[in-house]
T-cell receptor, first 115, second 112 residues
Framework: GAGVSQSPSNKVTEKGKDVELRCDPI?????LYWYRQSLGQGLEFLIY????????KSGLPSDRFSAERTGGSVSTLTIQRTQQEDSAVYLC?????????????FGNGTRLTVT | KNEVEQSPQNLTAQEGEFITINCSYS?????LHWLQQHPGGGIVSLFM???GKKKHGRLIATINIQEKHSSLHITASHPRDSAVYIC??????????????FGTGTLLAVQP
């Protein structure tokens, strides 16, 4: 696709339920990031995928969070047994180039609200 | 202490004023990014710098690697420039990750 597409744009879920967030990156881009932006907070790195390399999961806040990227394209971020502190905007981004530090193209995010 | 510090946190300016937003970092980086987020909007990448200076329209970004400092300037500011401006750094030099560390952002309001 022409841009980074995320779905759903909004998700309201009850505490304790599992949620899946989807990111469809720019076609052909091998690198993909997940971030989140909590209310009143800055951006927080979650996980980074680069090609067939093992993902950098160092930002995942707990073992309730997991992510996968199938076929080097679409990625899903799964949050199990959601908690109210998981409420945030979850953002996906891909680098516009292939070099280290390439500018990023962000999706519009999924606003997750856990009630 | 955050590894990326921005100042000021909030800035109110009158239309036409010259604006400067500062970013200091304490880690080794390969690149620095300036991002823009309008209220309720998505995040847009403005600049990616590894040295020197870049200009795009009324926006200018500079970086001093030795001093670990970058500035974002807006000339002839306009109300449509009102947004959150975020500084982010890419750690290290190459390797398996391009992990970014973000500053907390500067909320800019330009009044007509």
């Amino acid at each position: 696709g022409a841009g980074v597409s995320q779905s759903p744009s909004n998700k309201v879920t009850e505490k304790g339920k599992d949620v899946e967030l989807r990111c469809d990156p720019i076609s052909g881009h091998t690198a993909l990031y997940w971030y989140r932006q909590s209310l009143g907070q800055g951006l927080e790195f979650l996980i980074y995928f680069q090609g067939n390399s093992a993902p950098d999961k160092s930002g995942l806040p707990s073992d309730r969070f997991s992510a996968e990227r199938t076929g080097g394209s679409v990625s899903t971020l799964t949050i199990q047994r959601t908690q109210q502190e998981d409420s945030a905007v979850y953002l996906c981004a891909t680098p516009l180039g292939t070099g280290v530090g390439s500018p990023l193209h962000f999706g519009n995010g999924t606003r997750l609200t856990v009630t | 202490k955050n590894e990326v510090e921005q100042s000021p946190q909030n800035l109110t300016a009158q239309e036409g004023e010259f604006i400067t937003i500062n970013c200091s970092y304490s880690v080794g980086i390969s690149a620095l990014h300036w991002l823009q987020q309008h209220p309720g909007g998505g995040i847009v990448s403005l600049f990616m710098l590894s040295s020197g200076k870049k200009k795009h329209g009324r926006l200018i970004a500079t970086i001093n690697i030795q001093e670990k400092h970058s500035s974002l300037h807006i000339t002839a500011s306009h109300p449509r420039d009102s947004a959150v401006y975020i500084c982010a750094v890419t750690l290290g030099y190459g390797g398996a990750t391009n992990k970014l560390i973000f500053g907390t952002g500067t909320l800019l309001a330009v009044q007509p």
